[in-house]
């Protein structure tokens, strides 16, 4: 038996959300993905947390602390803990107007509080508020320097809120988000934002997305036609992707693509997530997650204590299956096989 006992695994309970909705499947509901979560078990392994999308209809970002404190029992009632939170920050663009940019900022400050709260009762050990920037491509293709400019300054502003809560930020690396569509423009982003809480959430399947320039054709490594099959030139793509963006990397998703992009409900088109066990899949995941995980001498980063899967937008028939949650748990256990540490707790 592996003895590495970090990074802790943890599930993300917001796949019930993303994806779902009106013109597609109903969400599944929280208590069900908590659930799921603690039920799956690989070789005596169980999922050690849970990272939360503080959004309708698994969570109100508007929770009374009571409220707040009824929810870390229900979870450590699983026998989890909490991890990185998203804020819902999509009612105000970070690159919109003042009234819009202080809705971001303000929706920031109630999860640091949502944070503050569920550290304070014991069950958040560690985590990040997870951000992006709320605006399309499209619209910041209109002024990329002015654009990038204005996103900067919001996010500088909710820097400053969550350092007063002790928190850090990670804006997710998504081709969907405007001034985080690639690998490049993410990191003009936070170094326009030039603040030491301020950090990149890397996904492995959002981020495979970035090597082929999808919304940003100018900035793609691999060339156009690219075939799959040439190894060699996927792990130099990702040894050049990582070595860029790793040290920002505060936050880190565990995931598989199958190369394609895909949109459900109503999130935009973006990466397709596709199951551990996809044979269509373009990861070696174990390995590759390595590139994040260790730097370019192969040494452990340890720049996060916690690693989670995120598998959105995967139908409800197959979200609903125990086997799924225990092929993705057995996924991440191979990963901290080879890329974790111990620690005596």
Known sequence: MNENNYPKLHNATWPGIVGKGPDSEPPIPFD?????????????????????????????????DDDIKRLAEKVSGYNLVIGSLVAPIWGGPAMGSPDERAQFVEMVRKACHFGQVLRELGVRPGGVIRIDSASSTQSWEADPAGNTKLIAQTFREACDVAADFGEKLAAEGEICWGGLQS???????????????MGFQADMSHTLLYLLGYNRPEDRILPENYDWSDRAGLTEALK??????????????????DG????SGSHDKTGRHCLATDPNGKLDVANDAGFWLRDEAGQLTKAFRHICWDGCMFPNEVMNKPQTWNDILAT??????????????
């Not at 050049?240 to 693509?257: E, G, K, M, S």
């Not at 990963?335 to 620690?343: F, L, Q, T």
């Open 32 to 64: 069900t993905m908590l659930q799921m979560t603690a039920a799956a078990e690989v070789d005596g392994v169980k999922f050690d947390g849970v990272d939360l999308g503080l959004f309708d209809p698994h969570i109100d970002i508007n929770s009374s």
């Open 240 to 257: 050049t992707l990582t070595a860029a963006l790793r040290p920002w990397t505060i936050d880190f998703h565990v995931a598989q693509n």
């Open 183 to 197: 690998w490049k423009t993410a990191i003009d982003t936070m170094q326009a934002v030039d603040r030491p809480n």
């Open 260 to 263: 394609t992009v895909f949109g």
């Open 332 to 345: 991440m256990v191979k990963v901290r096989e080879r890329h974790g540490w111990y620690e005596a707790e």
